[in-house]
């Protein structure tokens, strides 16, 4: 059970990092495409 | 005078002249109340993990882990660091996009209503208040417990240190002297805790020997005489505090207003980051050590005193009144933050004074009167202030999370939908808590304050949304929130900030490592 609590977490922690990450891509993607306009 | 006293005196005094210093190169209200905008990277983060890190670190969270409740205490903590980089980024950088003074000039001027902002400012500034009140119970109690001076005077020594240093330098002077406290206890810190561990033998001998003293320390239940009958149930608490910190380290005002103070949107991303870092890394390594000091626990005179007394016991002197003094400084730096906080609300937001020097000048008086305030309250110490105590980290999240992200990322919700929401899960989650408090009563983990509070808020949003319609000003509110500054587009920058968020989702798999290397296997090893 220890062993899937530590597993959990560092997901869970990688799940937020990916949200972020596909979320501030997204954003400056949109920025990029309005510069370029 | 003993040398821990002579240690925090000294440190008291700098922190004060520090401050004098500071106040000089200030001009204007943004200086006092944002710091000028003009932050970097490095003083954002020192000012997230400083106000975060009270003498609650210390004692606090090292009592519970060696108390017997590390396994579900580290969920919540390492749950809570996810709040840095989604509050960033879903809620900080707008807020910094806003140009306001304070949070609730934000949610003003985003529903365009005074009633909303006066009662976010009053929801700030009671939860605050209630917070400096532990930090200063905290502040008292260590100060008494390592110098033997007396309570009242060692509360009243800190008082006079931050009110002195939030009241001449403002937001400016509490971001450095924010910075530099971090700086310090965090060093002092971790070189203690390296000398402590050396002292158990290493650290894999060190969780053998208290796992054999008691298995139960490490386990994934922790002690069921804690909090909760069974670990099932220390589990959904867990879980459910964990979400209520990944809200308060996105939204709470002592941390998202940095990001007000930040120089650009870049700076509020990447500070995010490092600033999860590094409270994972305190709060991983202050009470894993604190549930290692249970092979002293016939010397240590309570829970909330396991790292004190190791600070005192353990390692040389010098280095113990070191950190003992970076203990103090945790504490001050949390306090200077509310206390400017709270100074900024009843100036810009109670008051709303338009003037420049009267709003600073009504600030500083809102920082005298709030010093007053907690002075007296601390002092008498009456009952009823552990109830109020429990309030704030819930209050405040139950109150505004599910505002927060509507004022983003909803065309429907109204000012009255707002107001509502903000409004029944203050009055919720507060009720829940004090007639849990005040009745003794143990509830079931289901109507624990966090989710009535936020059911409450919704609740009001929703209805509130519904029966009322989205003013033109709203709508034009919203939509200047999603017009990026041109200054933000530098493709240097982006890549910078894109860099620093997919080191969060690195700083995942070190997480992962760092507990099955840290925690898991040598717990196995000495089961």
Same mark, same amino acid.
């Given at each position: 059970m220890e062993l899937a609590i530590a597993l959990f977490l560092g997901f869970f922690v990688m799940l937020m990092g990916i949200i972020s990450y596909r979320q501030i891509c997204k954003e400056f993607k949109q920025m990029e495409e309005k510069q370029k306009k | 005078m003993n040398i821990y006293f002579l240690g925090m005196l000294i440190s008291m005094i700098a922190y004060i002249v520090l401050g004098l210093v500071i106040s000089k190169g200030m001009k204007n209200a943004n200086d006092f109340f944002v710091a000028g905008r003009q932050a970097p990277t490095f003083l954002i983060v020192g000012s997230l993990v400083a106000s975060y890190c009270s003498t609650g670190l210390f004692m606090g969270d090292a009592g519970e882990a060696y108390g017997g409740f590390y396994t579900p205490f580290l969920m919540t903590v390492i749950m809570q660091t996810c709040g840095y980089i989604l509050g960033s980024i879903f809620w900080g950088k707008y807020l910094r996009r806003s140009? #306001? =003074?304070t949070i609730p000039e934000f949610f003003g001027k985003r529903f365009d209503s005074v009633r909303l902002r006066k009662l976010a400012a009053i929801t700030a500034i009671v939860t605050m208040t209630v917070y400096m009140l532990s930090v200063m119970q905290g502040i008292g109690t260590l100060m008494n417990y390592v110098t033997g001076v007396n309570y009242n005077l060692c509360i009243l020594l800190a008082l006079i240190t931050f009110t002195i240093l939030t009241f001449v330098s403002g937001s400016k002077g509490v971001l450095i002297t924010d910075t530099i406290m971090f700086g310090f206890f965090t060093i002092s810190s971790i070189i203690a805790i390296f000398v402590i561990i050396g002292k158990l033998g290493g650290w894999y001998q060190a969780v053998e020997t208290v796992t054999n003293l008691?298995?139960? =320390?490490?386990?994934? !239940?922790?002690?069921?005489? !804690? =909090?909760?009958?069974?670990g099932i149930e220390n589990m959904v608490w867990a879980i459910a505090t964990g979400l209520t910190w990944v809200s308060v380290c996105a939204i709470g005002p002592w941390q998202s207003?940095?990001? =007000?103070? #930040?120089?650009?949107e870049h700076v509020v991303i990447r500070s995010s980051v490092w600033a999860a870092l590094g409270v994972f890394m305190l709060e991983f390594l202050i009470p894993t050590t604190a549930v290692l000091m249970n092979k002293y626990s016939a010397e240590i005179p309570g829970s909330s005193y396991a790292m004190i007394w190791a600070a005192k016991n353990l390692v040389p002197t010098v280095l113990g009144v070191l950190v003992l003094t970076g203990v103090l400084a945790a504490g001050i730096s949390s306090a200077t933050t509310f206390l400017s906080l709270i100074g900024s609300s009843f100036a810009n937001d109670i008051l709303n004074i338009e003037d420049d020097v009267k709003k600073v000048k009504m600030g500083r008086i809102g920082i005298l009167i709030v010093s007053v305030i907690v002075m007296f309250f601390a002092y008498f110490n009456p009952p009823q202030i552990y109830v109020i105590l429990l309030l704030s980290g819930t209050v405040v999240t139950c109150s505004w999370m599910p505002v927060c992200v509507a004022s983003i990322?909803?065309?429907?919700?109204t000012e009255s939908g707002a107001f509502y929401g903000m409004l029944f899960g203050f009055i919720a989650c507060s009720a829940v808590k004090i007639i849990g408090s005040v009745g003794n009563l143990n509830l079931p983990i289901y109507l624990d304050s966090f989710f009535v509070g936020l059911v409450a808020n919704i609740i009001g949003l929703i209805i509130g949304s519904k029966l009322t319609s989205i003013s033109c000003k709203e709508v034009d509110a919203r939509k200047k929130l999603m017009i990026v500054p041109?200054?933000?587009?530098?493709e240097k920058e982006m890549q910078i900030t894109r860099w620093s968020v997919l080191a969060f989702v690195g700083y995942g798999m070190v997480v992962t490592v760092f507990l099955v290397l840290m925690w898991v296997v040598p717990y196995y090893k000495a089961l």
């Open positions: - | 140009e #306001a =003074l008691n298995p139960v =320390l490490f386990s994934w !239940h922790g002690d069921l005489g !804690h =909090l909760y009958p069974t207003s940095r990001y =007000l103070m #930040a120089k650009n990322w909803s065309k429907k919700v041109k200054d933000e587009y530098n």
